[in-house]
Structure formats: C-alpha cells, structure tokens
C-alpha cells in the first residue's frame, strides 16, 4: 500500500540527506567547532600514536608493563572497597539520621577534597616516619614505637581512598537526600527493618549515583602521580613520566598514556552499562525531603564514630601534621610572597572554572539546540580530556599552540612585527588546557541539573515566542543555576590542585600554590612545602562549604 | 487553516513509527479533539504541530503556509501556536504575572493584558504568587492564560485534566472551553478520555499506534465506528467472533469483523417475549448490581459466556439473550 | 548571584589580563635594550636561589625571570619551543640532563674565561657548552651504632654477601642513582655494572620508596644498615628546625667510598647558555656571577652543597666531614649512560 511506499522513503538516502540540510543549523556547527577545538590535543595524541612506539617499548613491556598494571589493578580495587565503605556509610548516615554534630559533619566530610591527594600522602608518611608525630607522641606516653610502614602500595590506596572518598559521599548524599524518601517510606510501612532497607533497596537505588562518584574517584587514582612517586609504587602514571623523561621517549610515553586511556574507557564503559541496566532512578527530584531519625545512646555514637573516621583521617590529621610542619618551618618560608601567589593561584583557578564552565554550558545547550541527535552524541567527545593525565594534555596542548604560534610569528614578521609567542607559555594555553582537563568535571553536575529540567519547561518558552539563547538566559539558567554554581567550584578546586600541566605551561612569573608546594617536596624539603600546601587547602576550603550549602539547597 | 499531509515521524530510524503518514485539515473556530490510549502517538502530533519535533516525512501547513516539510523548518517561536502542557511547565521561578507576561514581552500594554488574562481565568488576585503556591486547578488556568495571552492562532491542549481527580476534571473542563470559547481560538485537543472529547469537541480524531482510525463528528463515531476499536471507545461492545456466531445460529459475513453495542441485546425471562433474530438461551452465573442497571454474566447454551446489562430487577435463572441483524456493526477485519 | 558571577569573572579577567601584560613585557623586553633582562629555567627549588638572583639583579641592574619546574621539563619545553625559546640560561641539579639537553642541541658553547678558568675541568662541558656550579657528593650513611666504617670501602663492594638486606636506597627513577650508574657504566663497563644493580637489588632492606632523607631515617629506625644518598641532604638535616631530624642525622656517620681508588661519585648542579638565548650576554653575565665568591657562598651556606670555587671554604657541618678524594670522570659520560642506566635498572628489578 502507499503506507509502505512512505516508509521507505522517509528512510531513503534522498530524504535523509534533505532531512539533514533542513537540521543542520548554526548550533550543530558551532557544537563541532567547540568539540573539535577541545578535542584538538586529544587528536594531537592521536596522531603521535601513529609515528610507532619507541625503541624501549619493548624493555617496558618486559620488565615495567606487568608491575604498573597489576600496581593499577590493585589500587582500583583496593580504593574502590575503601572509598565505597568511607563515602557510602558516612552519606547514609548524615542523610538518614540525626545525630551529634551532624550538621558540621555534612561538610567536614567534603573538605578532604580540598587537599591534593600528594599532600595527603607526604603528611601520612610524616606521621607515620621514624622521629615523626605518631612516634614523638607515643613517646611522649612513653609508649614503645611501633613502626607502621605507610609507604608502600597498601598505603598508597588507603592515602588515595582517603583524600578522594568525598566523591562517592557527594553523589551518595545527594541521591539519599533527593531522591529516597518515598521509596524509604514504603519500605518502611513494609515492616522492613532498617538495616535490609538499606541493603536491600537504598544501595541498589543509589547504585547508579555512586557508581558515578566511584568512577571519578578511579580516574583520580589512576591520574595521581606525586603520592605513587614518593610511596615508590609504578603505576601507569609514574610510568608515563618515566618514559617520557628518563628514557627520552616521549612516543613510548604517548603509548602508555594511550593503554592508560583504554584502561580509563573500560571503567567509562562499565559505569555506562552498569546505569543501562538499571533504569529506574527518576531523574525528577523527590520533592519530599528525607526524614531524618533521631539517633541516642549508644547508637549515636557508633554512628558519631564511623561518620567522624574519614574526616579525622582524610582532614584532621594531615591538616594537623601540615600545620605541625608549617609551625617549624613558618620563619624560613613564609613571605608575603605566598599572599601574592595565593591571588594569582585564586584568579586563575577561578578564570579557568568560569572558562570551562562556559564550554561545558556550550556544548550541552548547542547540542540540545542542534535538533540532530548525532552531534549530541559528538559532544561528548569534549569531556574525555578527563581521563587523559595532565601531562600527556600539556604535550598536546604544545604541539598545536606552538603550530600555531609559529605560523603568527611567520605571518606577521613579513609585516615587520616581532611579537615572540603569542599563545603557548601565556595564561592563554594554560586556561585552554585547564579547559580541556577539566571539562568532564563541570560537564557532569551541569548535564545532571539540565536533566531534572522538564524539557516542556523551556520548551513551552519557545512556544511562546522566545527564541533558544534568551530561553536560556531567561528559563534555563534560573534553574540550573546550582548545577552551575557546583561545577564552577568544583573546576575551582580541581585547578587550584593540579600540578602536571601548570607546571609544564605555567607561564612567567606566575606560580601556583601547587607549584610552589611541589617544588619544595620534590626537592625533599616536605617540611617547606606544608605552607603553599595549607594555603590551597584554605583557599579550596571556602568554596567548598559554598558547594556544601548548594548541594543541601537543592 | 491546519493542513497535515501524510506526516511520518520515527524515532527509531524508520523501525518503528510514532506516526505514520498522518493526514487531517483543521477548520478555523473549530475544536477537534484527538483521541488515543498512550503511546498512539498523539504527543508526537502535538509536537510536531508545535514544532518541537521535526517531521521524517509528510508536511504540515497553517493558514495555507508550510510551517514543516522535508525542506522547510519554521522554528517553534515564530509559529503562534499556543501549548498547554500535560504538565502544565509554568516557569516555577516566575510569579504567576511574569508567567503570563512571557509571552507577550514585545506587546504594548502587556501588563495590562496579562491582568486581562488573569481576570478570564479567574485567577485575577494570584499574580504574585508562585506556581507551587496553586492547586493544579490553578495552575492549569495559569498555564492556559500564558498560552492564550499572545493570542495564537491555534491552540493547542496536550492532555490538560490528566493530572486531576475526576470531579475536578469535569468542572474545570467546562469551565476551560468556557474561556476558550470566548476568545474563538481554533483548538487541539488531545486526550486519552472519550467523556472529554465528546463533550467538547466538534470533531473527534481516533489516533491509534500511530495511524488515524477515523475523523468524524461525535454522532457518527458512535453510529458508524470504523474499527472496533473505535466502537468500544464509544460504548461498551461485545465482539461477535466465531463462537458467539455458533452459539446465536447467526452465520456472519466471513472476511469481517462484527460486534454489538452492549444496549441493543436484549434480555428477556422467555424467548416469546424476546423480539429478535437471534436468540439463545443462557444461565445467570453472577449478578452485579451498578446502580439503576444490572451486570449479568451469563453462560449461553453452547457454553460460552457473555456479559450483558439489563435494567430489569427481577432476573430468574435461566433467561434468554438476542438481537437483531439490523444493530450489528460490520467493519473490515482488522 | 548573577552579579556576583559577574563580578567574580571581571576581577579574575581583570589579573589575568594584567598577567598577560606583565608577559607581553617579558617578550617585549627581548629586543628593547632599556630593560634587561635573563630568563631562568631552573630546576633549582631552593630558596637561598632567589636571594643569589637579587644579588644579581641589584648589581647588574638585568632583571632575573624565572621559571621553575623539573630538568626534564623544562628540556621538553625548551625542545618544543624551538627557535622561539625565551629561555636564556638552564640550570639542573645534575650534569646528566645537562649533556642531554647538549645533545638535543640546545645549548650553545660560549667564551667566558672567568667560567673556563675557575671551573675544574671535569666539571664543565668540553665543548663550553654547560658549567658545573655546586658539587654534591653521592655518598654511604651508616648507622653508627652498627656499623664499623672500616667494613666499607667502595661502591661495588656493597654488593658484599655481608650486606644482605641492609642497604637502604631510593627509586631509580631518581636521577642521582641514575648518574651513579652511569658512572660505574662509564668506569667499569655495562656488564659489570648490571651484576652491580642486581647485587645491589638482593641486599635491599626494602623496596625502593621515598627520598633520600627518608633513607636516613630508616637507618636510624634500624630497618636497614647502609644508605646511598647525597651528602648535602645530611647537612640539611643537621640544620633541619624539625628537632627530631636533626637527632636522626647526628646518628649517622658518612662515607666517601672508592677513596683508594678512582674516587667518590660525585655530581654537579649546572648551567648552560640556551642555543637560542635572545638575551646572550645577560645568561653569561648571569652564569659567571653563579660562580662568583658572593653567590657560592650561599651555594654552600644555604644549601650544603660543594662549592666548585676552590676559594669558597665549605660550611662547618660540611668541612667537619673531610676533604674526599673525587671521581674526576668527565660529566658529559653521566649524560651519555644515563638511559643505558634507566634499562639496567628495569632489567635488574631495581623499582
């Protein structure tokens, strides 16, 4: 019948490629421009993988290969376990009940984030060191020193867990707050006891949400470099540098970062197909909050217990130790210098959060704007450059801007004007690395508000006659602002920590706290380097307890 | 001034069509109403229309202009068509006001319009409250007073009382077409109810998995259904198959399909007092009382079982069931 | 909270913009000859580094622009940058990446015969093309209590069955024990000197982690006997504000090996003149000041390292340890056996 007839050709190549020149519009272009753009050092990358590997590829495959994956295996599993206990059991607990100090608990527990995760690592190995606290206060007790050996791959994962359990506890928390209580209730008149509840329902549920957290965590484990450097284990990372550096290999580097890559993929992948097969969080926010029980007695403190943990050991102790050092160290370091790069570190990192926020915002609105469902599934190319270790970024990021800067430097000297590199070396290159790095990081908060947004909200904007950018600015923004606002504290604290990329683009005369701190440890003056440490966990901490109000607003 | 001509949409990459060569013309002061179970299809028609959507094939026309082809898109904005969402999608960070306001930003006097607006649906004192300061009802009539305030030209009301209880529903129905009916805009009306359509809507469009059943005014839907389907939208039927036929000894036309509406079989204690062509006799199983009428779920002598309604009280054991051949409806098999 | 986006994002542009600025200077400044200037990578993250470059600046008026970051960036950076380089001097903390970054062809040989004069030969490029400023000895702590320094005598001996897990050393990815087998590479052929790393893998205390400091310390807390580190990190501890530290290297005693031979290992803190230095004459002017009384004064002062100007006494801590017999093996060997090292040590399993 005619019926068939028209399938067939609605389907047809003519009608497709018509169907295509009617779609595409200025947003699917724009939306392939921005990809393309933040996708550029990742294809850089790419492109080296073809020149082949070094000639030590084969001695790394022999001798260092089975060390950094089954190094890599053990931390994502270990870390895993320790972040899933830390983050899990203390969300529940903050979100579930009432208890003694719970409120300035809530943030405490995200304030680990606010200390690089090397920091954390130095602090344990002085706290646990022959002649170190623990040792001068068991002395002090005048208890015999018993020498617990941190510095080793054990170590390395309950440092990691540690410093980057806030994760999972941020996703955690915000599904048991947000999205729980009805489902809880219902249980709850089942007549099923508080313990099979959360087993049996509130961790299935939540699974999707911290299997999120879980895998930005691994990402971050995957990525560190400074702790698995000091505590002496090989990993993927401590590989990569030393491909790169002490074998003069940087195409042997580019290959593992790539194996680096795959292994980050996987993890991507299986986070994917785990959410798949579980479709049935409702992406609306419950807009009943959760009723929190009132914890007593001996209740409360065991509660009090396992949610004050991680907070002593992720926050309280290094931070004690850090100042320990900074007390010592204090007449020999400080300056006022420190307050000028504490601005410069403050400016920058809020430059950069506000620059990726904006590609972020870009990408997800251009590519909704863009009608064809292709570039919305393009656009997500953008974010890998989180998965990609800093370095191997800034490697990318050289590559084309020095291109790029050669061809100005041509240019313009047959006019006669000398201008020296305009883009790599300045503040340009490092906020467009800082882009790239981090765009997964405002992308995900931001995507995850935009979803709670009903489409026939924006959409009923358009109907009315209000065209997509000020549907945006008028409907959209208002009520993803939170989402905003998180992501761009949370690119806020990721900058003010990094240190691979700044410290290979950094330009003149501008230092960063994790510069400075770095500097110093890596020339064994970690006693030094606790100031610049302590100044980014102050400076990281404000916006932290911003980001906790956020979270609880919502 | 709505024309839809064969309007395909697939979101599946032609597996499988949400609507399937769709095709009706919208009379300017008209209300139609469009009808179908969910998952018809009568979203995907709504948002096409309102440009939310673009079409895989086919083209919709207003007032004699394209508004959606294969190669020609107008965008959502510049279409006038005004939209009640199912779920009302007021703006919940604008007061009632600025909702209506939206709209209308460019118009002279505008506040004076909204207010205007406000006062139709009776919500003249609510302006500066929030959307989740009102009941649904309420916010309903919002959603409708931002929807008409730029005067479109169509309006267009996606599944508006499905959110309220049955009470409610009736009364703000009427109450909405009262209002709408002032203003004289052409209305889409989509609902999953026939009750609604039916008691307003001049025309009524069965849409079933994608495809358009039958477009008609109300009297015809029910004299005239196209479908079976369409027939027990409109009154409670019962299918005629093969074993219903044995049991009444009445041979059917065989390549279609047949049916009766539930009120024209007749129920009577003794097959004299029946007057029909068919007739069997049957056992009373059960009794359900509903009110002025009885269910009865009777067991025919050929051991099939029916359920009839009667408005008599007193019902013996054994009665006898039949009708006539003028009342069945003959439609070609599905 | 628009606004305050808004505000947030104008004062951040606000520095960032005058960031550039201030950059936009630097690269003026190449061609402009009213302000002075010599850009710095240095690998060099020591505090006493800055007071020497306002030393610098104050006398000659040439502003010092540095950049810190780690030898091996710096040379990637240098490399990537070509031509286009604004770095006129690199400083590393050791002669090794220095004659890598020679044979990339970075730098370039210069005449200065204040620098060709004062320096030992051995401790500058034959080429003049980089210049050894502080030395640093790599050399045996020992725990006092347990060891008996006439049981030590050279580097291969620690491969000794006596010494079976009591010898503490950190990573190989740490370029001072890559030098150092670079040199025994240089000194005593490859073959030799993978018996030596694998003879050293077996009478490891433990595996390989953490710093040179935290080798000592581990003597101390007895986890080990012996450790290989550099000699001007005991001096940093003996000086060190931690009270604790301090205590832990007064009980341990050093050891110059291979006296009776060809000498101590020792290594080099250098410069180089950037193959593509747009300001020249500053970087030599700045080099030879390096070397000048006043700056290898703080060299030794600050940081307990060896001066390589004779007539600069060493610190008290330093001199208490004793005049050493050297290995007068030319630098530029550490630089060409440095990854043949970096393969040894995989293949002997030396982490």
Known sequence: ?554 | MLTINSLSKSFDKGKTYALENVSFNLKAGQVCAIVGESGSGKTTLVRLIAGLERPDHGSIAMNDKIIASLDKFIQPEKRKIGLVFQEYALFPHLTILENVLYGISKVRNKKKKAQEMLDLVGLSDMGKRYPHQLSGGQQQRVALARALAPEPSLLILDEPFSNLDTMLRTQLRNEIFEIIKKTEVTVLFVTHDTQDALSVADEILILQKGKVIQKDVAANLYVKPNTLYVASLFGSTVHINKNLQNAFRCPLKQDCCHAIRNEKIIVSPSSAEADCEYITAAQVIKQIQLGDSTQLVLKLESGEQLTVMTQDKNIADTIYVGFNSKDILEFEQE | MKKLLLAVATISLLVACGNDNKKNENSATKESSKDQVVNIYTHRHYEPDQDIFKMFEEKTGIKVKVINASADELIQKMKMEGKQSPADVLITVDAGRLSRAKGEGLLQSINSDILENTIPAHLQDVDNQWFGLTKRARIIAYAKDRVKPEDLSTYEDLVNEKWKGKILVRSSSNIYNQSLLASIIANNGEEAAQTWAEGIVANMARSPKGSDRDQVKAVVAGEGDLAIVNSYYIGKMLNSPDAEEVKTAQQIGLFFPNQGDRGTHINVSGAGVAKYAPNKENAIKFIEFLISQEAQQVFTEANYEYPVLESVEPVNDIKAWGDFKEDNLSLNKLGENNKKAVLIFDAAGWK
């Not at chain 1, 798949?276 to 509660?303: C, D, H, L, P, Y």
Request: proline share 4%; net charge positive; aromatic share 14%.
């Open chain 1, 1 to 554: 019948m005619q019926q068939g007839g028209n399938n067939n050709e609605a389907f047809s190549l003519k009608t497709r490629i018509k169907r295509l020149k009617r779609d595409v519009n200025k947003w699917s272009v724009f939306t392939l421009a921005i990809v393309f753009f933040l996708a550029l050092p990742i294809i850089f990358i790419g492109v080296e993988l073809f020149s082949g590997p070094g000639e030590t590829w084969g001695h790394i495959v022999e001798y260092l290969l089975p060390d950094y994956i089954w190094n890599s295996l053990y931390l994502v599993f270990i870390c895993s376990i320790l972040v899933l206990i830390f983050g899990v059991s203390s969300a529940w607990f903050v979100s579930r009940y009432d208890f003694l100090f719970r409120k300035q608990m809530e943030w405490l527990l995200i304030l680990p984030l606010a200390i690089p995760s090397y920091i954390v690592g130095y602090a344990y190995a002085g706290i646990f060191d022959y002649g170190g606290s623990l040792d001068l206060l068991l002395r002090q007790l005048g208890l015999e020193f018993i020498r617990i050996d941190i510095m080793n791959r054990a170590g390395l994962a309950f440092v990691l867990s540690i410093s980057l359990f806030p994760y999972v506890y941020v996703s955690a928390r915000a599904f048991f707050l947000n999205q729980a209580n009805n489902l809880l209730e219902a249980s709850k008149m089942l007549g099923v006891g508080e313990r099979k509840t959360f087993f049996k329902l509130m961790l299935p549920l939540a699974r999707p949400a911290i299997v999120a957290g879980l895998v930005l965590v691994l990402m971050e484990v995957l990525n560190d470099y400074g702790a698995a450097k000091y505590y002496g284990v090989n990993t993927f990372t401590t590989g990569i540098f030393r491909s790169w550096f002490s074998l003069e290999e940087p195409q042997t580097a580019v290959y593992l970062s790539a194996l680096l890559i795959c292994f980050i993929f996987a993890l991507i992948l299986f986070e994917k197909w785990q959410v798949r097969k579980i479709k049935f969080t409702s992406s609306k926010t419950n807009s009943t909050q959760i009723q929190r029980n009132e914890a007593k007695g001996a209740v409360q403190w065991m509660i009090f217990l396992v949610v004050f943990l991680p907070i002593l050991l992720g926050f309280i102790l290094p931070v004690a130790q850090l100042i320990y050092w900074a007390v010592i160290t204090a007449s020999t370091v400080f300056d006022m210098e420190f307050v000028m790069i504490s601005l410069q570190s403050f400016a920058i990192a809020i430059a950069s959060a506000i620059i990726t926020v904006l590609f972020a915002l870009i990408l997800i609105y251009f590519s909704k704007w863009s009608t064809l469902s292709t570039i919305k599934n393009i656009s997500r190319i953008g974010v890998l450059g989180y998965a990609i270790p800093g370095a191997v970024i800034a490697i990318g990021i050289m590559i084309p801007t020095l291109a790029l800067d050669k061809w100005l430097i041509n240019m313009l000297g047959k006019f006669g004007i000398d201008t020296g590199l305009i883009i790599n070396g300045t503040l340009l290159a490092l906020l467009y690395a800082y882009a790239v790095r981090f765009l997964a990081v405002a992308y995900n908060p931001i995507d995850s508000t935009a979803l709670k947004v009903d489409n026939s909200i924006p959409d009923s904007s358009k109907v009315l006659g209000v065209g997509n950018i000020r549907t945006f600015f008028k409907i959209d923004f208002p009520l993803i602002k939170t989402g905003v606002f998180s992501a761009v504290i949370l690119v806020f604290i990721d900058v003010m920590k990094e240190l691979p990329l700044t410290l290979i683009l950094k330009p003149y005369h501008i230092d960063t706290l994790a510069v400075k701190a770095f500097e110093y440890a890596s020339d064994e003056m970690v006693m030094e380097a606790s100031i610049p440490s302590l100044f980014i966990i102050f400076t990281a901490m404000i916006p932290v307890i911003f980001l906790n109000k956020l979270l609880i607003k919502k």
